[in-house]
């Protein structure tokens, strides 16, 4: 029987399967200020991460379980007792925990991944799940490659984890093969042939390998699925999970065809995004939907024309609506501190009263080199501060020479090592790489740069640098970032930046090896 109550579970899995996205890792700060911005938004769960995965999963796990208070915080488990149990341990201290364990269910991952029969697979399913339930009353199943799974054997796991104690059973699009009359067919057969399914609530778990990522999750939405699990700008393995912002926008924008609720705060939807991007360093296109560059900006003649008589004519939703204002002119060199501090608190920064003094003398140098500060550039500019506490390597100074063939450009650069200062000068073929080749120097390291990214935070020719930096060393990556409104200093900040994730890294893994 399809569930009368209309309101959607939203799931979000950004730290867990959008983490799992090459060279998208997080550390630990910056899980909790994405966990921070999903529950303000009002997230209902957050899954935080795979606890078994390694020691930094599971402290993030566990640490977000102690200051989540209004979302179900989720840890991922496999179904072997060392996973749920480890499980278990992270989130204990939530005010409302999950525990969300997966088993393959697919003929082919059964046979060639597993190496199970499907009578083992089943009596798995069963065992795990009733372990899972000793530790919480909130246990999701998944059945992993379900929309490649026969139907029959399908009904017979789904039934079997109900029985267990599952409360949620989520159906993945692992591979994003589905297309959205098959999928809701496939929801609508669940509802139709598992007996027990009225004491459960279908989720589904949708990837974007075909594109069909959202369209499939609103059709199973439409087939009585009452959680979708998604991510924050379609972060996720390969191509990535369904859009949080498409399916929340689709379900406020068509409410006369998709009569269902949410408890997300829609005006969240940017800085999340801008959050998310920004951490990871993987830039949204620009005419990606709802948080693209792109997504409310008219170029056309007509289109202005059009939107000057009525916004209705180019406009399905208001850029208010996700969160967008037009970007103003905020503070001038002469704001005062008190403005400062109150437009942090408008723009969603809870700092304490040393930071706000280390943000206020940056934005007053900003002020000085960069003619109009708009909320972007405060946004940036906050961000870049909080990343940089505790960084074991500072950039002091730099210079840097252009030149041409003859005449190679040449960098002179400045840090400041655990206290101490060194210096160097370094050539390179561009200002970029020169500039890189010292901070080598000054501190000889293995680590390849995988991504050097540059973005111009605002337009103008004095727009702020915002620049991402992925280091990769022993298979471990990090992303640094930084602005500035010089490119080239941004450039060496976000270098810096990546360095200093790396010790702290390094640190956790073998606390003897602090040297280069
Ligand atoms: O894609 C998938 O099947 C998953 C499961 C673990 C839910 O991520
Ligand atoms: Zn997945």
Redesign the pocket.
């Given at each position: 029987m399809r569930p009368k109550n209309n309101k959607i579970v939203i799931f979000d899995t950004t730290l867990r399967?959008g983490e799992q996205s090459p060279g998208a890792s997080m550390n630990l700060d910056e899980k909790m200020r994405i966990a921070s911005v999903l529950e303000d938004m009002g997230v209902d769960v957050i899954e935080a991460g795979f606890p078994i995965a390694s020691v930094g999963d599971f402290e993030a796990v566990h640490e977000i379980a102690k200051v989540v208070k209004n979302s179900t915080v989720c840890g991922?488990a496999r179904a072997t007792q060392g996973d749920i149990e480890r499980c278990a341990e992270a989130i204990k201290p939530a005010v409302r925990s999950r525990i969300h364990t997966?088993i393959s269910t697919s003929p082919l991952h059964m046979e060639y991944k597993l190496q199970m029969t499907p009578e083992k697979v089943l009596e798995k399913v069963t065992e795990s799940v009733t372990l899972a339930r000793n530790f919480t009353d909130d246990v999701e199943w998944?059945a992993?490659?379900g929309s490649r799974t026969e139907h029959e054997f399908l009904y017979r796991c789904v039934e079997a984890a109900i029985k267990a104690g599952a409360t949620t059973i989520?159906i993945?699009d692992?591979v994003g093969y589905a297309v959205p009359s098959e999928f809701a067919d496939l929801i609508t057969s669940i509802f139709n042939n598992v007996p027990n399914i009225d004491q459960a609530i279908i989720s589904v778990?949708c990837?974007n390998d075909l594109g069909l990522a959202v369209a499939n999750s609103l059709a199973a939405v439409g087939a009585g699925a009452r959680q979708v699990?998604c991510t924050i700008n379609g972060l996720g393995?390969r191509a990535g999970n369904a859009a949080m912002e498409e399916i929340v926008m689709a379900l406020r924008t068509r409410q006369d065809l998709l009569p269902y609720s949410t408890d997300i705060k829609t005006e969240a939807i940017i800085k999340a995004s801008r959050l998310v991007s920004t951490i990871t360093g993987f830039t949204v296109q620009p005419n990606k939907a709802i948080v693209g560059k792109n997504a409310f900006a008219h170029e056309s003649g007509i289109h202005q024309d059009g939107m000057l008589k009525h916004a209705g004519t180019y406009e399905i939703m208001t850029p208010e609506s996700v969160g967008l204002t037009e970007s103003k002119l905020v503070l001038g060199k002469h704001s005062g501190r008190h403005a400062f501090k109150e437009k942090l608190i408008d723009l969603g920064y809870d700092l304490g009263d040393n930071a706000v003094q280390d943000a206020f003398a940056r934005f007053k140098d900003l002020a000085d080199k960069k003619k109009d500060v708009f909320d972007e550039d405060i946004m940036a500019l906050v961000d870049d501060e909080i990343m940089r506490t505790n960084d074991r390597i500072k950039v002091v100074a730099l210079e840097i020479l252009c030149g041409t063939v003859h005449n190679p450009p040449k960098s002179t650069l400045t840090l400041d090592i655990d206290g101490e200062e060194k210096s160097c000068k370094s050539t390179g073929d561009g200002p970029v790489d020169a500039a890189f080749n010292a901070v080598k120097e000054l501190f000889p390291h293995e680590a390849r740069l995988q991504l050097y990214q540059v973005h111009a935070v605002t337009g103008g020719t004095d727009a702020q640098a915002e620049v991402t930096v992925r280091l990769e060393e022993n298979g471990r990556t990090v992303n640094g970032q930084a602005a500035d409104t010089d490119t080239m200093v941004a450039s060496v900040k976000a270098y810096i930046n990546a360095l200093n994730k790396l010790l702290v890294k390094r640190e956790k893994s073998a606390p003897s090896a602090l040297s280069a």
């Open positions: 399967d991922l997966f998944s992993e490659d989520n993945p692992t778990h990837h699990e393995e």
